[in-house]
């Protein structure tokens, strides 16, 4: 059932340091996994997304994994940046463009 | 530069009353999405559509309708508000023609139902 108010896990850095969140998936039939990120008072924003045929992508400052085996994907951010603090969701889809599934979430906090 | 925008950022409603949430797309994407977000709980699918009148349910449709009249806009209607109502709203779209899964989200709408 619902739960209003439940803890979002929260992962805390220092600046500079790499970051990796992680995210664990059940449906074995998703063709896709994206991460989005969600600053305070904005919507999501598409980050990266990985075909399920692929174990590894990268993007600019981050890259995503993909383990099939344990379904179980990462993102990392390289050389975090007080611009990265944010809530990051990670999110699957059977088809591309087709409904998303989120995931809970993760707050990524930056120290300077 | 794409926009999705959502005619509300706060929301005041009493317990029972009508509500309309409001989303227009200006990227001329087929398809359109209401998620509601809550804390831990990530953003869940109410309702999405694909084309023009059409609607399909997503997770959580109770209590929740759509319209659909125009390929732009896309509105979420709570028939008789409850407080288990009170929510984050986001509306998202995506291009269905050229593919990819990048939605594009609106700013969101903070509901409080009294």
């Known amino acids: 059932g619902e739960s209003v108010g439940l803890h979002l896990p929260t992962l805390s850095v220092q600046e500079g340091d790499n970051s990796i969140i992680n995210c664990a998936y059940s449906?074995?039939?998703?063709?896709?996994f994206i991460w989005y990120k969600q600053e305070s008072g904005k919507g999501p924003q598409f980050i990266i997304d990985?075909?399920?045929?692929?174990d590894k992508r990268q993007g600019q400052r981050v890259t995503v994994l993909l383990n099939k085996t344990v379904k179980h994907l990462s993102l990392q951010i390289a050389a975090t940046q007080p611009g990265d603090s944010a809530v990051y969701f990670c999110?699957?889809?059977?088809?591309?463009?087709?409904?998303?599934?989120f995931g809970g979430g993760t707050r990524l906090m930056v120290k300077p | 530069d794409v926009k999705v925008t959502q005619s509300s950022r706060y929301l005041v409603k009493r317990t029972g009353e009508k509500v309309f949430l409001e989303c227009v797309q200006d990227m001329d994407h087929e398809n359109m999405f209401w998620y509601r977000q809550d804390p831990g709980l990530g953003l869940r699918l109410i309702y999405f559509?694909?084309?023009?009148?059409?609607?399909e349910k997503g997770d959580i449709p109770e209590g929740y309708s759509v319209s659909r009249e125009k390929k732009e806009r896309f509105s979420l209607i709570l028939e008789s508000a409850s407080t288990n109502q009170t929510s984050m709203y986001l509306c998202a779209s995506h291009d269905g023609q050229t593919g990819g899964t990048e939605a594009f989200f609106g700013q969101g709408t903070r509901l409080t139902v009294v």
């Open positions: 999110a699957e889809t059977h088809n591309a463009g087709n409904m998303l599934t």
């Open positions: 990985i075909r399920s045929n692929m």
């Open positions: 559509s694909y084309d023009v009148k059409m609607k």
């Open positions: 449906n074995s039939a998703s063709d896709y």
